[in-house]
């Protein structure tokens, strides 16, 4: 068997929060290539998204891997190390912990792993987010694995027909559920739509009993208990032969659908699909960004990336992202493009609620007429 990780972290930002330092990138590379040589992974390759550094590895010791993980944990200290040299913003800022113990559960990184045997042909695509949050892969998945508008295969394909399974995660209460789509459809959509709770984490093939995508599912706000940044998630999806088509999987990001995070992770923003090369938020700390880096794997060596969004078709997406933008900016200060009270990653609501605390009165209290 065969193991795709995908783990990234934020440990610096160049400059602000919108790029990785090329120094870092380098180092992360040579981290990777002495982990190949000396057989840890089979492959790897890094890449990244805004701030936020990818080590993209195939290897054979499953998901969860304390081997695989603590090579992550160090190489990203390592990258810290960097970013601090060099005074970057926010160093080291996803690395919650002080010490790495078992594997990278609650410690900040954020990882989609899948375990596979690997097919004659294995098409997999790897999307990177940043200044977003992992709910955002959930309108995506609804439509690539249960939307025949979306997926034709869905119709047509005999291996696709019998659907697929949804694992969803509740993130505020630590508990999990499989939805079976599209029996289960309107069920899961009750959940789903809800993307800052209910996340889904996984999505299996029931004709094939093969696990077709993975998610990271982490909240950093809900282990951190304050605002370290947003999650800016990762997803894995396998394609083909029996699976969704590459452009099925790709399709849903032709939509610029509206994410939250943005600015201080605290604003709904459309989804922007960009070649690696223009991942680099700043507007606004924004329009949050995806890429999708494209590999065969074969003989569990990653063929590729091939930079899937490098495609004039998405100029239409980009275009109508931007007016989104321009429209959701004129909200300023007001919801919906500030994130709801109960959503905010920033608040001064708790100290208002204590300063202003004596210049609230019921709404019968007669208050005096201003003078003038
Ligand atoms: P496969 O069944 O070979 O994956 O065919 C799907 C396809 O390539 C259509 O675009
Ligand atoms: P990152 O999570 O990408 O560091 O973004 C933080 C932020 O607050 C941007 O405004
Ligand atoms: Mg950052
Ligand atoms: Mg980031
Ligand atoms: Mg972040
Ligand atoms: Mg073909
Ligand atoms: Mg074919």
Request: net charge negative.
């Given at each position: 068997m065969l193991t795709l990780s995908i783990i990234k972290a934020?440990?610096?930002?160049?400059v602000g929060h919108s790029a990785v330092h090329p120094d870092m990138m380098a180092e992360a590379r040579r981290e990777i290539d002495r982990a190949s040589a000396s057989g840890l992974i089979i492959d790897g390759h890094v890449a990244s998204c805004g701030d936020d550094i990818s080590l993209i590895m195939t290897h054979t010791y499953g998901v969860d891997a304390g081997l695989i993980h603590s090579f992550a944990w160090d190489t990203f200290r390592n990258t810290t190390r960097i970013a601090k040299e060099l005074g970057l913003y926010g160093a080291g800022q996803d690395l919650l912990s002080d010490a790495f113990s078992g594997n990278l559960r609650g410690m900040g990184p954020g990882y989609a792993e899948l375990e596979f045997e690997e097919r004659p042909s294995e098409p997999v695509i790897c999307f990177l987010a940043d200044k977003t949050e992992p709910g955002a892969w959930n309108l995506p998945l609804y439509k690539i694995f249960a939307d025949p508008f979306n997926t034709a295969g869905l119709v047509i394909d005999q291996k696709m027909h019998a659907g697929f399974g949804f694992e969803v995660y509740d993130l505020y209460e630590e508990k999990r559920i499989v939805f079976d789509c599209p029996a289960d459809l309107y069920d899961m959509l009750m959940y789903i739509g809800a993307p800052a709770r209910y996340v889904v984490h996984g999505v299996r093939s029931k004709?094939?009993?093969?696990?077709a995508a993975a998610t990271s599912t982490q909240r950093l706000s809900l282990i951190a208990g304050k605002y370290v940044g947003k999650d800016d998630p990762v997803m894995i999806v396998r394609c083909q032969s029996g699976l969704p088509a590459v452009g099925e999987v790709l399709e849903p990001f032709a939509f610029p659908y509206a994410v939250a995070g943005c600015m201080r992770g605290s604003h709904h923003a459309p989804f922007l699909p960009v070649p690696v090369e223009q991942a680099h938020p700043s507007r606004f700390d924004g329009p949050p960004r995806v890429v999708a880096l494209g590999f065969q794997i074969h003989d569990g060596k990653l063929i590729g990336p091939r930079d899937m969004f490098a495609d004039p078709a998405f100029d239409r997406a980009r275009e109508q992202a931007n007016e989104i933008m321009d429209y959701f900016r004129r909200h300023g200060p007001f919801e919906p493009h500030r994130l709801p009270l109960s959503e905010l990653e920033y608040t001064t609501m708790s100290t208002l609620t204590k300063q202003l605390a004596n210049r609230w009165t019921p709404m019968t209290t007669v208050i005096a007429t201003p003078v003038g």
């Amino acid at each position: 068997m065969l193991t795709l990780s995908i783990i990234k972290a934020d440990t610096g930002g160049f400059v602000g929060h919108s790029a990785v330092h090329p120094d870092m990138m380098a180092e992360a590379r040579r981290e990777i290539d002495r982990a190949s040589a000396s057989g840890l992974i089979i492959d790897g390759h890094v890449a990244s998204c805004g701030d936020d550094i990818s080590l993209i590895m195939t290897h054979t010791y499953g998901v969860d891997a304390g081997l695989i993980h603590s090579f992550a944990w160090d190489t990203f200290r390592n990258t810290t190390r960097i970013a601090k040299e060099l005074g970057l913003y926010g160093a080291g800022q996803d690395l919650l912990s002080d010490a790495f113990s078992g594997n990278l559960r609650g410690m900040g990184p954020g990882y989609a792993e899948l375990e596979f045997e690997e097919r004659p042909s294995e098409p997999v695509i790897c999307f990177l987010a940043d200044k977003t949050e992992p709910g955002a892969w959930n309108l995506p998945l609804y439509k690539i694995f249960a939307d025949p508008f979306n997926t034709a295969g869905l119709v047509i394909d005999q291996k696709m027909h019998a659907g697929f399974g949804f694992e969803v995660y509740d993130l505020y209460e630590e508990k999990r559920i499989v939805f079976d789509c599209p029996a289960d459809l309107y069920d899961m959509l009750m959940y789903i739509g809800a993307p800052a709770r209910y996340v889904v984490h996984g999505v299996r093939s029931k004709t094939l009993g093969e696990t077709a995508a993975a998610t990271s599912t982490q909240r950093l706000s809900l282990i951190a208990g304050k605002y370290v940044g947003k999650d800016d998630p990762v997803m894995i999806v396998r394609c083909q032969s029996g699976l969704p088509a590459v452009g099925e999987v790709l399709e849903p990001f032709a939509f610029p659908y509206a994410v939250a995070g943005c600015m201080r992770g605290s604003h709904h923003a459309p989804f922007l699909p960009v070649p690696v090369e223009q991942a680099h938020p700043s507007r606004f700390d924004g329009p949050p960004r995806v890429v999708a880096l494209g590999f065969q794997i074969h003989d569990g060596k990653l063929i590729g990336p091939r930079d899937m969004f490098a495609d004039p078709a998405f100029d239409r997406a980009r275009e109508q992202a931007n007016e989104i933008m321009d429209y959701f900016r004129r909200h300023g200060p007001f919801e919906p493009h500030r994130l709801p009270l109960s959503e905010l990653e920033y608040t001064t609501m708790s100290t208002l609620t204590k300063q202003l605390a004596n210049r609230w009165t019921p709404m019968t209290t007669v208050i005096a007429t201003p003078v003038g």
